[in-house]
C-alpha cells in the first residue's frame, strides 16, 4: 500500500462543513432558550444573512416516509432565534478524536509551564486538572489519542523567573534583570516594563519594553541570571508594538547583513536551529544556508563550533574574519596552524 | 451542488437519529429527499454520504433490520451521537480558551474550531479574553505532521525517506508510530522501526518527501504501558555529565561557561580557572571552541585535541 497520508487532514470539504455548523447550531440555540442573530452569527462565524439560511434549511428538513414528518420547528422573529421542536438533534455531536485530542494535547502544555506545585505554574492548577478531568470525561473514547501526542516545554529557567514574570505583568510592575546574551557573550542589566509571556518554539519568553534598547524586545527566560519585581508601574508606550507570534519571532530587517554559509551533512542542524531566509541543497547532501543578521558576533561563534563542517562563503570579510580568530585561538596551544 | 448535498446529509443525519430500528437502504431512500431515482445511483451516493459523515465523527451503526431478515441496515443511536453534558466553571473557562489558542494557525486550527463548536453548542461559552498577557503556540511547519498525527490515531504504519543527523543521503524508514512529541519546539516520531526491529526516534523536519501508509488502519499495536514521551526524551537527553574539563578563560569573558562551572577561581595574568562537568567530547569540544580565543582548555587532552581539530578545521 503506497497511498500518501494525509488524504483528510485539509479541511473538512464545504457541504460537510456547513452540515457541522447546522448540527451545533440547533443546540447552540436550544441550550441558550432564546437567542439573538447578531450574537449567533459572531459566534459561528457567519455573516446574519448566511445564518438565516442555516435556519431556513434546518426549518425546511423534511422526512417523508413513513409519513411526512418535519422534526425542526424554529422562528427568528426580531432578530431573536428560538427552536421550539428539534429532538432528534437537539445536543450536539460528539467530540471527534482531533477535537478532543488537539485541546487536550494544549492543556496539558499549559500545565508544563512553571514548576509543579500549587502557585508555581503559568496557569492555576487546580482550574487545569478540572478542565481536562471534564474535557476528558465529555470526550470518552476520543481523548484517548491524546495519550500518545506530548508536548515538552523546556523548565530550564532559574526558579521563580515564571510565576514573577507572570505577576508583574497582571501587576503591572516594572522589571528588573540580568540577561544573559549569548551572541556576545555577555551578561547585561535592565529595566524592562513586561508586556505579555510568550511559549513559543518550546520556550518561554518576556515580551517586555526594554528601557536600555527603548524597544520591544525577547528575552528568553532561561537566560535570565537574576530577575526582581520593582516597586515602580511598568509604562509601556502606547505605540509599542507587541510581536506577531503567529509570524515567526525573529523575523529579519531589510537592513540587517546577509550571510551565506556553507555545511556538511554534519552541520545540517544550523538550518534546523537557526530561521534561514533560504536553505538549498548542494551536492554530497551539502547544503547553503543563507542568514539574515544585524550582529555577525554571533556567527563568528558559530563558525567557529562549526569547525569543517560548515563554511561561510559571504561576506569575505566576515570569512577572513573567522578565519583570523581561528587562528589567534590556535596560537594558545602553541600550534602552527599550517 | 454543495447546499443540495448538505440538504440530503441534514436529512440523512435527522433520519437515521429518529429510528430506533436499523433502517433499510430503500427506506432511507424513501424517507430522505434528494436522492435519485436510479437504485444504483443512489446506492453509490448513499456509501459516499454515509463515508463522509463518518468521517466527521456521525457514528452510524449497521446491524439487523429483521430476526428473519438478512439485509443490514442503518441507525444512529442517540447515547452515540451526543456529546455528554459538559459545565465549566468560569476560571475552567478561562483555562479552556487559552488552550484554545496554542494551535492557532497551526494543523490542527480546524480540530480547536470544531471542538469549541460544539462546546458552544453544548453552553459552554469560551470567551476570547481567557488569561490576557499569556500567549502560549504551537506551531507545526513539519509537513510530516498532518500525516503522522493521522497515522497515529488511525493506527497506521507508515514509511517515508530521512536523513539522519549527520548522514549525506536520505534512507527509506518504516515505521509502526506510536505516538508524537514535541521538545524544544521540535516534534518527533517514536515507534517500532520496521527494518531495524527495534523502537527509533525520527524528527520530523529530517523526514524528506511525502509520508505514506504501509499498511491498513488498526494494524498498529502500541505495546502497554508505552510512554512516548519518555522514549523521546531519554534519546534526545545528553548523557550525564561524569567528567571535568579545567579551562581557562579571560577575566570577564565567557559568561556561557561560567554558567555551567562547578568552580571558578581568579588565576594569574587575567585568566579565571573554571572546572566544567562534561559528558561528550565532540559536543563539548565544539562548545568550547565557539569561545575562540578566550578560552584554553588545559584538561583533559582529549578534549585539548578534539577542540585543536575544530580550529584547525574552520582553516582547512
Known sequence: ?338 | MSKRKTERLLGLVVCLLSTERYLTASQIRAAVPGYPDSFDAFKRMFERDKEELREVGIPIEVGPTSPLEEELGYRITRQAYVLPDIHLEPDEVAILALAARVWRRAELAGAVAGALLKLRAAGVEPEESGQPGIEPRLATGEEAFGPLWEAVRDRRPVAFAYRAAGRSDPARRELEPWGVVNRRGHWYVAGHDRGRGEVRVFRLSRMEGPVSYAGPPGSVTVPAGTDVREIVRSWDSHPPERRTARVRVRAGSCFGLRRHASSEQPGPDGWDVLEVPFADVPWHAEQLASFGSDVIVDEPVDLREAVITRLKGVLA
Open chain 1, 1 to 338: 500500500m503506497t497511498a500518501t497520508a494525509g488524504g483528510t487532514a485539509g479541511p473538512p470539504a464545504r457541504a460537510t462543513a456547513r452540515l457541522q455548523r447546522l448540527l451545533a447550531l440547533v443546540p447552540y440555540v436550544m441550550s441558550r432558550k432564546v437567542v439573538g442573530l447578531a450574537e449567533t452569527a459572531a459566534a459561528f462565524g457567519v455573516s446574519e444573512r448566511e445564518l438565516v439560511d442555516d435556519l431556513n434549511m434546518l426549518w425546511c428538513v423534511e422526512l417523508r416516509a413513513p409519513d411526512p414528518y418535519c422534526p425542526i420547528d424554529l422562528s427568528y422573529e426580531g432578530g431573536e432565534i428560538e427552536v421550539s421542536q428539534a429532538e432528534p438533534m437537539d445536543r450536539p455531536l460528539r467530540l471527534a478524536a482531533d477535537e478532543a485530542s488537539a485541546l487536550l494535547v494544549a492543556l496539558r502544555m499549559l500545565g508544563e509551564l512553571g514548576q509543579p506545585g500549587p502557585g508555581l505554574g503559568l496557569v492555576d492548577s487546580s482550574a487545569l486538572s478540572r478542565t481536562i478531568a471534564k474535557l476528558e470525561a465529555a470526550a470518552g473514547e476520543a481523548a484517548g489519542l491524546s495519550a500518545q501526542v506530548s508536548v515538552h516545554v523546556e523548565r530550564d529557567a532559574i526558579d521563580g523567573v515564571l510565576t514573577l514574570v507572570r505577576d508583574a505583568i497582571a501587576a503591572g510592575r516594572r522589571l528588573h534583570l540580568s540577561y544573559y546574551v549569548p551572541g556576545r557573550d555577555e551578561a547585561t542589566d535592565r529595566d524592562v516594563d513586561p508586556m505579555r509571556l510568550l511559549v513559543v518554539e518550546g520556550r518561554s519568553y518576556l515580551e517586555g519594553w526594554c528601557r536600555r534598547a527603548e524597544a520591544v524586545r525577547l528575552f528568553r527566560l532561561d537566560r535570565v541570571l537574576r530577575i526582581e519585581m520593582l516597586d515602580l508601574p511598568a509604562q509601556v508606550p502606547v505605540d509599542a508594538q507587541q510581536v506577531d507570534v503567529d509570524q515567526g519571532l525573529f523575523r529579519p530587517s531589510p537592513q540587517d547583513l546577509r550571510v551565506v554559509i556553507d555545511l556538511a551533512p554534519r552541520g545540517r542542524w544550523v538550518a534546523e536551529y537557526y530561521p534561514c531566509e533560504s536553505v538549498e541543497d548542494l551536492a554530497d547532501g551539502q547544503v547553503r544556508v543563507v542568514l539574515r543578521t544585524p550582529d555577525t558576533a554571533w556567527v563568528r561563534r558559530l563558525a567557529l563550533r562549526l569547525g569543517d563542517d560548515g563554511r561561510v562563503v559571504a561576506p569575505a570579510s566576515l570569512a577572513e574574519q573567522v578565519r583570523a580568530d581561528a587562528t589567534t585561538a590556535l596560537a594558545h596551544y602553541g600550534d602552527d596552524p599550517r
